[in-house]
């Protein structure tokens, strides 16, 4: 009999945004069981306005076009919300059995609870992917920060299972909701270096680092959003106290009033050292400047397994983490780790400058083991579809 999995949250595919798609797509990619068949949302105003049919099919899968309209903040609210009415009228019309609906991230919280009914009635399964720990994030404002708070523990409580793609976020909803009886698994995301092959392309990337005055193994790399949780002022901050002679290169989208701050605050723009380069979207070049870079700087505090993460520990020889329980869990012994305390990644930086070759080389054989063996989309597709077939 075939199971019919429905996803919902992410801004659908092909993806051309966050993990959340990419995690959809390559579930899609990599199906192996002929027993499952994927429905993915997507919504139609912001990822596919040019195809008129509200479905269609994508390497084998059926994608539902939800046209929202605008909410403002609640949009993805809406979303969610039409997308399960969606889900439920086509059990229903369908005379579907068992079917189940993985919903991406805690944003719909709550209201939820609103389909219990109609979930029993037509025997539906309902998933949920927590995410990171998105009502830490500075970007938003209290009163938001306090409704995904509020909308975690509800999901904790209507989800039949949480699914959380990092163990730290496992432990944390294991601990705070202690008093609540809810079950629980781990499944990673994944992740899937491109391959460094042909003339053109590194004839792109030397051109790449020529431009930017740059040379192979004399510079520290960062990637990731622009936001402070992702600790660029620390990161600033100790890259300017190091005493190194090689450069911090940023690639990130910076600018505004978080921009102006750490300038004011940190004064990098002082230290001919530091390179903010702009953003890089072509992943060939993006995995050739992480492969030349000497080490990778992450600083992510907040979230489960960051696919920049991922990237890094696959492609850059050392890496260099924020320590905190999430990135552990996925670098464990291939990296090295560092803390907010004053000092503390400057001296790891000038740590990493003294390391020989061979400690470089074992740092970058145990990094590229672990995510071949734990992180591969194929092995994370092949756990979804024997949790899914068991739904």
């Known amino acids: 009999m075939t199971k019919n999995v429905f996803i919902v949250g992410s801004r659908g595919i092909p ?6 798609e990419t995690f959809a797509q390559k579930l899609i990619e990599n199906k192996q069981s002929p027993n499952i068949k994927y429905f993915i949302a997507s919504l139609k105003s912001n990822n596919n ?19 929202v309209g605008h909410f403002g903040a609640a949009t993805p609210i809406v979303y969610d919300i039409k997308a399960i009415r969606w889900t439920i009228n086509f059990v229903k019309n369908n005379h ?6 993985y919903i991406l991230g805690n944003t719909i919280g709550p209201l ?68 609540i009886n809810f079950s629980s698994k781990y499944i990673a995301y994944g992740v899937e270096t491109p391959e460094l092959s042909g003339k053109l392309l590194n004839q792109k990337g030397r051109t790449w680092l020529e431009e930017h005055h740059l040379n192979e ?16 002022e620390t990161i600033l901050r100790e890259f300017m106290a190091a005493r190194t002679n090689k450069k911090l290169v940023i690639i990130t989208q910076a600018s505004g009033k978080f921009f102006d701050y750490l300038k004011n605050k940190t004064h990098f723009d002082k230290d001919s050292r530091i390179m903010f380069a702009g953003t890089v979207y072509d992943s ?4 050739f400047l992480r492969t030349k870079a000497y080490g990778y700087i992450h600083g992510h505090s907040v979230g489960g397994t960051n696919p920049s993460l991922l990237e890094a520990l696959g492609t850059t020889k050392l890496n260099l983490l924020y320590d905190v329980n999430f990135n552990r869990y996925v670098g464990q012994e291939s990296a090295l780790y560092w803390s907010l305390k004053q000092m503390n990644l400057a001296k790891l930086i000038e740590k ?35 949790l899914f077939l068991k739904g």
């Open 49 to 67: 306005p040019v195809i008129p049919t509200p479905t269609f099919e994508y390497k084998g899968a059926t994608v539902f076009q939800i046209d």
């Open 15 to 20: 993806a051309r945004y966050g993990g959340f």
């Open 112 to 179: 939820l609870k609103m389909f219990g009914a109609q979930f029993q009635k037509w025997n539906i399964t309902v998933f949920v992917n927590p995410d990171g720990l998105e009502w830490k994030r500075a970007k938003w404002p209290k009163p938001v920060r306090a409704y995904l708070k509020f909308a975690e523990a509800s999901m904790v409580k209507t989800a039949d299972l949480i699914i959380s793609d990092n163990p730290g976020i496992e432990e944390y909803l294991r601990y705070t909701y202690s008093d």
């Open 96 to 101: 579907i059995e068992g079917a189940v609906i």
């Open 352 to 386: 990493a400058d003294r390391l020989s070759d061979n400690q470089i080389e074992n740092f970058d054989r145990m990094s590229r083991k672990r995510i071949l063996s734990e992180y591969s989309w194929t092995k994370i597709s092949r756990e979804y579809e024997s």
């Open 217 to 232: 193994d004399e510079y520290y790399l960062v990637v990731g959003r622009f936001i402070p949780e992702n600790n660029y």
């Open 284 to 287: 060939e070049l993006l995995c």
